[in-house]
């Protein structure tokens, strides 16, 4: 794999920062950002070929922690926000600053809404958490893009956790206000409305989550897995 065939990425798992990507079966996994001395270094992981190597991958333009993101039009990887920071990024397009938050958020969480926007939620900015959300959406060329405000989430929050059920509505997954959650939250796209979820099992922050779906009864089911809690990390 080379970078040129990052327009291949297909779709968000998890982050920090987490793609998966392939064909009409996902079979590759894009890792880039996070701490330590390998914080702008990119690398896939091919889960048919453990053999398979990638060369000449991009490095992300700066070091960055605790970003969020996720594939736009199918072929661009849009990193946003991270520890001090309110730029947007896309790997493997420009080493450019492609958008610019409203506001510096890190420890934030994001789906993407039609293909085209991403919707960047809560978040951490120094002394305090956030209760605002933005959109980004990108040109056509994936080299201009817009921020601006979206639905506020129904109470601050960083280090939660988000996926999309369906085209029109969305979930968002534990985090921490003055202590780490158990809730969770519905939002419907089409009513701009949110809703309560069902309470987790134990409360969790800086979690990951995924839907998944059974193949042999089409039931789809949403996976938690992993943060910290009150009790242990």
């Known amino acids: 794999w080379h970078n ?12 920090e920062i987490i793609l998966v990507i392939g064909s009409s079966k996902a079979t590759k996994v894009l890792v880039s950002t996070g701490s330590g001395t390998n914080a702008q270094s990119t690398e896939i ?12 991958l991009q490095d992300f333009p700066v070091p960055i922690a605790k970003a969020t993101g996720g594939l736009i039009q199918d072929k661009y990887p849009l990193i946003c926000g991270g520890a001090l920071t309110d730029s947007c990024y896309v790997i493997g397009k420009s080493s450019e600053i492609i958008a610019q938050l409203n506001e510096k958020r890190y420890e934030a969480a994001s789906v993407v809404l039609s293909s085209n926007k991403l919707w960047i939620t809560g978040g951490y900015n120094l002394d305090h958490r956030i209760k605002t959300t933005e959109m980004v959406e990108l040109s056509q060329s994936g080299e201009i893009g817009i921020s601006s405000y979206g639905p506020n989430l129904p109470i601050p929050l960083f280090g939660h956790s988000m996926v999309l059920i369906n085209e029109t509505l969305a979930m968002v997954i534990g985090g921490t206000t003055d202590i780490n959650s158990a809730r969770t939250w ?48």
């Open 45 to 56: 992981i091919d889960l048919d070929d453990k053999f398979s190597q990638c060369q000449n």
């Open 186 to 233: 519905f939002f419907n796209v089409q009513s701009q409305s949110w809703s309560n979820g069902p309470e987790l099992q134990k409360a969790r922050a800086f979690h990951a989550s995924a839907v998944i779906t059974d193949t042999e009864t089409g039931i789809q089911y949403v996976v938690v897995a992993g943060g910290s809690n009150t009790v242990a990390g």
């Open 4 to 15: 040129k065939n990052m327009d291949t990425l297909l779709k968000i798992f998890l982050l």
